[in-house]
């Protein structure tokens, strides 16, 4: 007991204090290459990871997609440097994937889902498809729901393209490297000042572990805090980014979340007890404490305002073009088709 005793009270002396700090110095550096390497040097072992294949070989995008892909970039205005930057691929699964940055030379991946080759319900091929290891009832009334679910419009499929694009043009995966490895410098530089300030070091072991305990609890809630919130602000500058592109892109954005909810629904009563832990009723991922998104329902409701704030406008501006005198007829179509900034 002694032995462990003197073990321990060598991180009193000057020479454990610097063991610490280096410890908590390579933990830091540790949080943050844990979102910086992904992101950087480990793009392509992240893109393998979630890459669909089929009989050991990756499957193509489809031209259809990569026709979206280059309408989507010029809408942004992307320049060729910046095309280059960005590699799509076919990601397994339901939803898109996305790594990486082009505020750095290793640029950024998008996954995009195999159904986004299909527009009707009649292309739409399901093998190979299970839920919890089992295989789909398409043939019911969940099973159509979840299918009709997954076939989207080219305007839904150009809104998820653009938001994806639109988050890599962001610093998102360095930002959140940096605040989790601040937390780590915070909660020592909080724990060290306690213990030199109210002498912990003279108190005995068991209010050191106490406190300890604390502040790493604070440092983690301070790390969730910090994480959901960015992650909600960047969700939502991104779907207000895309909105902006023009009705089209907020008629896309309405139907790609309405599809998203009416497929989680169909996911949570088919797999069972599991889809109930993974969604809500309405559709939304479950959350207890945290709010790691911003909820389906609330981005859906977004666009759906978008909307008709486009559609007001065209209302407002409709009695000007029907003033235009009758020799000129030949301008209404091209009214018509104006865009709302």
Request: net charge positive; hydrophobic share 40%.
């Amino acid at each position: 007991m002694s032995a462990k005793a003197d073990r321990l009270a060598w991180f009193l002396t000057p020479a454990g204090r610097r063991f610490a700090r280096a410890t908590v110095f390579i933990g830091g550096a540790g949080g943050f290459l844990t979102f910086y390497l992904p992101n950087t040097l480990l793009i392509d072992k992240y893109k393998n990871v979630t890459q669909l294949y089929r009989n050991g070989l990756p499957i193509a995008i489809s031209p259809k997609v990569k026709s979206l892909v280059e309408e989507v970039m010029n809408d942004l205005g992307k320049s060729a440097a910046e095309r280059k930057l960005i590699s799509v691929y076919t990601a397994y699964g339901f939803d898109l994937f996305r790594a990486g940055s082009t505020m750095v030379s290793t640029g950024g991946v998008v996954g995009v889902p195999h159904n986004f080759k299909y527009s009707e319900q009649e292309e739409f091929d399901h093998t190979g498809i299970t839920l919890n290891n089992q295989p789909v009832a398409w043939s019911s009334a969940k099973g159509d729901s979840l299918m009709k679910s997954l076939i989207l419009s080219d305007e839904a499929k150009k809104f998820a393209l653009a938001r994806e694009f639109v988050h890599l043009d962001s610093g998102e995966p360095f930002v959140f490297g940096a605040v989790t490895a601040g937390v780590v410098g915070m909660g020592y530089t909080i724990a060290s000042g306690l213990n030199r300030n109210q002498q912990f070091y003279a108190r005995p072991r068991g209010l050191r572990v106490i406190m300890y305990g604390l502040v790493s609890l604070f440092s983690y809630g301070m790390w969730v805090f910090g994480r959901d919130m960015g992650t909600n602000l960047y969700e939502a500058e991104a779907d207000k980014t895309v909105a902006d592109l023009g009705e089209k892109y907020a008629q896309g954005g309405l139907e790609f979340y309405e599809k998203v909810l009416q497929r989680n629904v169909a996911l949570r009563s088919l797999m069972g007890t599991t889809g109930e832990k993974l969604y809500t009723a309405y559709g939304n991922d479950q959350m207890l404490l945290r709010t790691k998104h911003i909820p389906f329902t609330l981005r859906r409701d977004f666009f759906k305002q978008r909307l008709n704030d486009y559609r007001n406008s065209h209302k407002t501006s409709q009695p000007q073009a029907d003033t235009l005198p009758e020799s000129v007829p030949e301008t209404l179509p091209m009214l018509e088709g104006k865009k709302v900034p």
